[in-house]
């Protein structure tokens, strides 16, 4: 899974690096420690093909929910069940989400857990596939665009402190995972692989991650690396 990550790269930074046509959000706050419901940003397509940078709450709320609480539950889609579980965004409604890091928790044989920030070596964003969705509320008083990201089984790094990761989309994939007119997922499904583990790095980090209340370039400093 995918509980927290770094998101830091400012948005006119991300339009370059993710090809972006229009920008429509405000630059948000640096954050060393997003959290569920966070806004966060992601790239989508329109039905004409332009690629836009907007501001999406991170947990998606299918239109059928009846309030957006259900978000915090909804904040990862397994690669593997995309097709019963999230049927409707996986065929039309797929995004990309850039990321400067996420954290991990691994379990100690102590039950203590210790936390690890992954990265890419070269310390480009990771573009991670997303999905998004729309919720109005019954009144329609209140209209969230919200998102999640699709995770799959870890890699041969991660492996040993976990046992799923994000899917980390290479710049060759973006355009079919974005193609709103791309709807067979068979194809789709084959770009939900682990990612290379010669691409990243991975390093212990303060516990005080831990607390979505901590924030701040401190806590992604390392303290020992794998």
Not at 5 to 17: I, N
Not at 31 to 39: E, G, H, K, Y
Not at 56 to 73: C, E, H, K, N, Q
Request: net charge positive.
């Amino acid at each position: 899974m995918c509980g927290r990550f770094v998101s830091t790269t400012p948005p006119a930074a991300l339009a370059r690096h993710l090809r972006v046509d229009e920008v429509r959000t405000e630059a948000l706050e640096p954050s060393w420690n997003v959290a569920p419901t966070d806004p966060v940003y992601a790239v989508s397509e329109t039905t004409e093909g332009s690629r836009l940078l907007g501001t999406y709450r991170w947990g998606l709320v299918p239109p059928w929910a009846p309030a957006p609480s259900i978000a915090s539950r909804r904040i990862n889609a397994r690669a593997e069940t995309l097709g019963s579980k999230f049927r409707g965004p996986f065929e039309r409604r797929r995004c990309l989400l850039p990321a400067d890091g996420f954290y991990e928790w691994e379990r100690r044989p102590d039950g203590t857990k210790q936390a690890w920030l992954i990265r890419r070596r070269d310390r480009a964003p990771m573009v991670f596939a997303g999905l998004w969705d729309l919720w109005r509320s019954a009144q329609a008083d209140e209209v969230l665009r919200t998102c999640a990201i699709v995770t799959t089984r870890a890699n041969l790094l991660l492996g040993p402190i976990h046992d799923r990761m994000p899917v980390m989309l290479a710049p060759v994939d973006w355009e079919l995972w974005l193609d709103r007119h791309h709807t067979d997922t068979v194809s789709l499904r084959r770009l939900l692989e682990p990612a290379d583990d010669r691409q990243l790095e991975m390093f212990e980090v303060s516990s005080r991650v831990n607390s979505v209340r901590n924030n701040g370039g401190d806590l992604v400093t390392p303290i020992s690396r794998r």
